[in-house]
């Protein structure tokens, strides 16, 4: 076993999903490592995405001891919302701030 395989295992005993997130991963990268599930980070985003798109953010809030994450389930609730382009905070990309 590798350094990294030895760290990343050690990091998984007190995970019950093993996962491993890298920025960037090849094509020829293992599918896990470690024992853990190797996904990229937009991966890992879009399956805590997916599995907070059908939650309330009203009625079944993140908590907030869990920023990050309710962060994401406000922007999954968001996702359908139309926006007014003339008050948006960050302009389309090529546009420009009021």
Known sequence: MNHLEQLVSEWLQYSEDRVVVLQFAGRNSPEDIGGGR???????VREILD????TDPTS?????????LRTLQL???????PSDPKRRLIPAAGGTLP
């Open 51 to 54: 599995g907070l798109k059908d």
């Open 75 to 81: 922007a999954a609730a968001a996702q359908d919302t």
């Open 60 to 68: 079944g809030a993140v908590p907030s001891t869990f920023p990050l």
């Open 38 to 44: 190797l996904v990229t980070g937009k991966q890992f």
